[in-house]
């Protein structure tokens, strides 16, 4: 059987989805941040195999593929620090003990 | 900067003085301030001096006329070329004569004050004020233009605000403080109005210029005689509303009322600023412009000597009554200055004309020794007595020989007895009336009798009639060494200013004016005086039943003037019962309720509508993810039901 665009298309969808549910579900911010990065490579699928598909005589889906996985790297720094400092105001990385910014 | 450094720096060195002790006098000089401020101010004394004597005697003098010469030209504001605020100095006669009066006199209060003051809390403050009103003072006699001699003006309003407010702990000091302050102010209004409409239509602010325009026949001139509302030319109603400034500050009828309370002040205060010189300004305001009063406004110049006239008798039938002593001084200056004021009154325009406004400037100046040596004698008592009411005194000739020689002086001196300086001046006043006007000759005759009754009056009350005994005050003396020299400065002063040959300095127009004392014509007013003194001799020198049963035979006139007229009560009257409640009130309702409404308004319909919206920010990051989700799958719905 070949591989089609929808096949990808289908599994990147689903990847997508996964993270969503991650993120909404899970109460764990590790674990939420660990939901963005499916986010991201379900996004990083989508580009290639459009690329490959439909313009495979350019290289543009993969130059994007290769900055979204920098940023990628760096959200995620970012991310943890962020998390630490939670961590060390509430003793706790648990999303719905931070819920101070408000009215 | 052009002009004489000399000149300049007479109003300077009381600035130095103020900002100085302003700044450090509380917590680094407070043991020197006394003698910063004194010493300041003896340079400044020092220079006055020097300067009148040379521009007297050696620069002021051009073909046998005083010229006015301006020290000191500087641009403060300028609007557009042409339209220009300017701050200057210019020396005339009268403005000489003043900076050597105010110069004096504040060298003798600041001198009596390091005794009278002594071990009070805020002495530094004191005499911090007391170089700031100085300096005010000297500004406002200095003044070139007539926008400048306002801003003094104000000045000096504040630092009188300051002092009579001194002691802030008494309730009465801060009620006194502001009502003086709010009548002045009310009345500078008017001088604000009229400084407006004799600016617009003289087209400058210079004094010199504004006097040499509105006297001779000019465009301006016959603009503002031309140009005429509710009757009257604007040039009389500019100079009726410059002279009401005038009359708020020297207290003249119906704007007085203030003067009696000024009086919660220090006494070395009241005898500085409300007696011997912030209260003349209006004099000089009026003797500033009076060319242009006694030239194109003759009208104006008569309201000026009404109002003067009866304010002189008004004040002198009041001073019968009270008990307080400074009040009495008080109702006295008003008295005095009312003198002053109808003096110019009755005065014209040049030559043998002048010799009204030479009287007033001349009575300006020996009223300003012997009113001020006046009030340090009161204070002198004040200090020994420990009050200010006649009941408590009485004997104290023996226990303060010096307070009770000068007293005597001032008081002889005030009622006109020769060769006492108020003799001559107040010859010179009656000679003026006597020859322009009958009607206020003689009202100032008839003023002149009562002011020796109640000069001496108050003076038998505190030095004769009963014996005083205090330990209290046997224990301190009769007062320290500078309470003691200006009063013996300024005795001399009273005795001797009247050999003054002031007409040969100031005069209406800059020329000598020979005046000699006429015998015959003396002798009305001499024994008019007599009279009041040798009523008061009977009535009060020892105690005795006749003074009470006089105010029963005067029976409700007594009583009138005992409570001043009743002008307080007319004029809270006014405020309270009409203003109040015509203006006041109404006005009230309309900023509670529909000012303060419709701002309180927008800020509960913005209260509401967030009180709606607010419980979106949950805090909760998960839920606006969910948010952000299902809005996205919204418009990614949206965006493909329109671009199929």
């Known amino acids: ?103 | 900067m052009t002009g004489d450094f000399k000149i300049i720096l007479i109003p300077l060195l009381p600035l130095l003085s103020f900002l100085l002790l302003g700044l450090f006098g509380r917590k680094y000089l407070r043991e020197s301030s006394g003698l910063i401020g004194t010493l300041s101010l003896l340079g400044s004394a020092l220079l006055s001096v020097f300067t009148a004597y040379n521009y007297f005697f050696v620069t002021g003098k051009v073909n046998g006329i005083y010229q006015p010469l301006v020290v000191l030209q500087q641009t403060w504001l300028e609007f557009s070329p042409g339209v220009s605020i300017d701050m200057g100095m210019m020396i005339d006669p009268i403005s000489v004569m003043m900076i050597v009066i105010v110069t004096f006199v504040s060298l003798m209060v600041h001198v009596y004050s390091l005794g009278y003051m002594k071990g009070e809390e805020r002495f530094a403050t004191y005499y911090a004020f007391l170089s700031l009103f100085t300096f005010s003072m000297l500004g406002l006699v200095l003044s070139s233009n007539i926008f400048q001699i306002y801003i003094f003006w104000e000045l000096v309003g504040v630092s009188s605000y300051l002092l009579i407010g001194f002691y802030f702990d008494r309730p009465s000091a801060v009620a006194a403080a502001k009502k003086a302050f709010i009548v002045t102010r009310f009345a500078d209004l008017g001088f604000l109005i009229g400084i407006l409409v004799l600016s617009f239509g003289a087209e400058t602010l210079d004094f010199r210029t504004l006097i040499e325009r509105l006297t001779t026949a000019t465009p301006q001139l016959h603009g503002m005689i031309t140009t005429s509302f509710l009757g009257f030319s604007s040039l009389t109603w500019g100079l009726l509303l410059v002279f009401a400034g005038g009359a708020g500050k020297s207290a003249m009828f119906p704007l007085h009322i203030w003067l009696p309370d000024a009086m919660e002040g220090p006494t070395p205060v009241s005898a500085l600023i409300h007696a011997a010189t912030m209260v003349v300004a209006g004099v000089y305001l009026v003797a500033r412009l009076f060319p242009v009063f006694a030239i194109s406004a003759p009208g104006a110049l008569h309201v000026v000597g009404y109002v003067g006239a009866l304010s002189a008798l008004f004040a002198a039938v009041i001073a019968c009554t009270q008990t307080d002593i400074k009040r009495v001084l008080a109702y006295s200056t008003m008295s005095q200055i009312g003198y002053m004021m109808f003096a110019l009154g009755v005065s014209g325009y040049g030559g043998e004309h002048g010799l009204g406004y030479m009287a007033s400037m001349f009575h300006l100046f020996t009223h300003a020794m012997f009113k001020a040596l006046l009030f340090l004698g009161a204070g002198a008592v004040i200090h020994y007595v420990h009050s200010n009411e006649m009941e408590d005194m009485g004997g104290l000739r023996s226990k303060m020989p010096v307070t009770h020689l000068t007293f005597l002086i001032a008081c002889l001196a005030i009622s006109g007895i020769p060769p006492f300086a108020g003799f001559f001046s107040k010859e010179e006043i009656l000679t003026a009336a006597f020859e322009h006007n009958k009607l206020i000759y003689g009202i100032a005759l008839f003023t002149s009798g009562l002011t020796a009754f109640y000069m001496f009056r108050l003076y038998f009350n505190i030095f004769w009639q009963k014996d005083f005994h205090s330990e209290l005050s046997d224990h301190h003396g009769e007062g320290p060494w500078s309470m003691l020299v200006p009063l013996i400065i300024l005795g001399a002063l009273a005795v001797g200013a009247g050999f003054v040959p002031f007409s040969h300095f100031v005069t209406s127009d800059g020329k000598e004016l020979e005046t000699s004392v006429n015998i015959v014509f003396s002798v009305a007013p001499v024994l008019f005086a007599l009279t009041g003194i040798l009523i008061a001799l009977r009535l009060y020198k020892s105690e005795n039943e006749t003074p009470a049963r006089l105010a029963n035979g005067f029976g409700s006139f007594y009583q009138g003037a005992l409570h001043k007229f009743y002008i307080d009560e007319v004029y809270l009257f006014i405020t309270k019962k009409l203003i109040f409640n015509l203006v006041g009130r109404p006005s009230a309702w309309i900023d509670k309720n529909i000012v303060d409404g419709g701002v309180n308004l927008s800020a509960d319909l913005t209260e509401d509508t967030s009180g709606l919206i607010r419980n979106w920010q949950s805090g909760n990051l998960q839920q606006y993810a969910m948010w952000f989700f299902a809005a996205i799958i919204g418009l990614v719905m949206v965006f493909m039901s329109v671009w199929k």
């Open chain 1, 1 to 103: 059987m070949e591989v089609t665009l929808n096949h990808i298309l289908f599994l990147s969808t689903a990847l997508f989805f996964i993270g969503v549910y991650g993120f909404l579900t899970r109460r764990n911010v590790i674990t939420m941040l660990m939901a963005i990065e499916l986010l991201l490579n379900s996004v990083n699928i989508n580009f290639i195999a459009f690329n490959k598909y439909l313009y495979a005589d350019k290289l543009d889906g993969v130059f994007f593929t290769l900055f979204l996985i920098a940023i990628a790297a760096a959200e995620a720094a970012v991310a943890i620090a962020i998390i630490i400092n939670i961590y060390r105001n509430y003793k706790s990385i648990d999303v719905d003990d931070v819920d101070t910014l408000k009215w």
